[in-house]
């Protein structure tokens, strides 16, 4: 007799479709819309335009996120064709991803109808349409981030190095693409520390992930010159002074 909690979990490759397409139809409008939906889709579909023709990120273009965002969008763009569209389908392809890396989650953790129900509030919710419709780089960041939390959660239950090594690339370019997604990756650690103490095989898969992570990380942000990258994306955010409205600070 198969095991309850296993029939349970076992994913359906018909929801993960129906999913990904609901996600996809939910941002087409985003995906070809004429003109930029938003100050950062103009500016970083202005500066996907100066990559086209050869200017690099930090050095001949200036980017407030990390070094995999600008990167990651120009693949994108190629694969695309470089159309009038093609700036947008990094983010829309992100917004599929945390549809679907949802879904696994809440589909190990509690069920199939939770999971699609789960998946279907994440498709349909106007704040992820907002940043993976348009150019932005907390919708890329993000798909990263619940990929590292999905892997975490199968790595706590059927770890593995393979799958160790997929969380650290991904929990990489997570950080890489935006620094602020790091609760999400702090999320994934409280999901897979009951499993460290108990099982070992956890822990050399967490140390996998760990290793793949830094060499990743080291990567990504040596890739365009790490002064400029830190001066453009970290530095820019901790010292721009804050604009004072009342006594609040924004």
Request: hydrophobic share 55%.
């Amino acid at each position: 007799m198969a095991d309850a909690s296993h029939t349970r979990r076992a994913p359906s490759s018909t929801d993960g479709v129906l999913l990904a397409l609901l996600a996809a139809a939910w941002r087409i409008p985003a995906l070809l819309a004429p003109t930029h939906l938003v100050f950062d889709d103009g500016v970083y579909g202005s500066a996907l335009l100066t990559m086209r023709v050869g200017n690099v990120p930090f050095r001949d273009v200036w980017s407030p996120q990390g070094p995999a965002h600008l990167a990651v969008l120009w693949w994108f763009d190629l694969v695309g064709g470089r159309t009038s569209w093609s700036p947008r389908l990094g983010p829309v392809v992100a917004g599929v991803v945390v549809v679907l890396a949802t879904h696994s989650f809440v589909l190990r953790l509690v069920g199939r109808v939770p999971a699609i129900a789960s998946g279907v509030l994440v498709a349909l919710t106007g704040s992820l349409a907002w940043v993976t419709g348009p150019i932005t780089g907390d919708g890329p960041a993000l798909a990263w981030a619940m990929v590292a939390l999905a892997g975490t959660a199968r790595l706590a239950e059927q770890p593995s190095t393979l799958t160790g090594l997929a969380v650290g690339v991904a929990a990489a370019c997570a950080l890489s693409t935006k620094v602020l997604v790091a609760p999400v990756l702090l999320f994934a650690v409280a999901v897979v520390a009951p499993a460290l103490r108990r099982d070992a095989a956890v822990r050399r898969s967490l140390a996998a992930a760990a290793g793949s992570g830094i060499v990743v990380s080291a990567v990504w942000w040596t890739a365009f010159g790490f002064s400029a990258a830190w001066e453009q994306s970290i530095r820019y955010h901790t010292a721009t002074p804050r604009i004072k409205i009342g006594r609040a600070h924004v």
